[in-house]
């Protein structure tokens, strides 16, 4: 599967962005989905993920009720809005893709996006 994420940009403190995750090749509906971050000098690290069928989400701690992940299989697409954005969210963002299961590490994804750089203004 092919994954092409967009959506990103610069935005203020406070203020809300949404990305988007296209996805071809392999049939969607049957992935489960994830949105990484790596900020300039740190590792990739888990954002949210969500079941193949939606309807199960996974979050970090540190985006828990300011971010929320969701999909649209007839749109073969996933996205994540982002609210509430704080400085320290300032990273390029990737989506993930993996059969069926979700999970919430970076080595049990096969398939990877090139990446949305958000940068969030103090």
């Known amino acids: 599967v092919q994954l092409q994420a967009s959506g990103g940009g610069l935005v203020q403190a406070g203020g809300s962005l949404r990305l988007s995750c296209a996805a071809s090749?392999?049939?969607?509906?049957?992935?489960?989905m994830g949105w990484f971050r790596q900020a300039p000098g740190k590792e990739r690290e888990f954002v949210a993920a969500?079941?193949?069928?939606?309807?199960?989400?996974y979050y970090a701690d540190s985006v828990k009720g300011r971010f929320t992940i969701s999909r649209d299989n007839a749109k073969n697409t996933v996205y994540l809005q982002m609210s509430s954005l704080k400085p320290e969210d300032t990273a390029v963002y990737y989506c993930?893709?993996?059969?069926?299961?979700?999970?919430?590490?970076?080595?049990?994804?096969?398939?990877w996006g090139q990446g949305t750089l958000v940068t969030v203004s103090s």
């Open positions: 090749g392999r049939t969607f509906s049957r992935y489960a």
């Open positions: 993930a893709a993996r059969p069926v299961i979700i999970a919430t590490t970076a080595s049990e994804y096969d398939y």
């Open positions: 969500i079941t193949w069928s939606g309807g199960t989400t």
